[in-house]
Each structure stands twice: as structure tokens, then as C-alpha cells.
């Protein structure tokens, strides 16, 4: 499992609060960061595990929100 480079930032506020949204601009922000199939994939499964207030807390793990 390979990770991100460097943690990358994403932009949340103003942008659309649904919880498939979120996830899938995560995704993409740490596909672009280099992280590996397996790493996005153990975020999606964390982010899932749980209501919308976990997968907030679970995507700040994951990427720098601003």
C-alpha cells in the first residue's frame, strides 16, 4: 500500500455536502497525490464504515481541508 507524497489539500467549503461528492473529490485528490489503488480503497472502506459525520472526520484524516 502506498500513500500520498504529501497530505493534499482540499477544498470542501462552498462545494457539494453530498457524501458521494466528498468521497469521490477525495479520491480523486489522492490519485493525483500518488497514492495506490489499495490506499484509496482503505479510505473509501473507513469513510463508508460509519454516518456523514464519520466520513468528515475520516476524509480530514485523509486530506488537508480548507
Do not use: C, H, W
Request: proline content about 3%.
Amino acid at each position: 500500500m502506498k500513500g500520498p507524497l504529501t497530505k493534499p489539500t482540499l477544498k470542501l467549503i462552498g462545494e457539494d455536502g453530498n457524501a458521494f461528492a466528498i468521497m469521490g473529490r477525495v479520491k480523486q485528490a489522492l490519485r493525483r497525490a500518488g497514492a495506490d489503488r489499495e490506499y484509496i480503497d482503505k479510505y473509501l472502506s473507513e469513510a463508508t464504515a460509519g454516518d456523514y459525520d464519520n466520513l468528515l472526520i475520516v476524509s480530514m484524516e485523509y486530506v488537508d481541508v480548507e
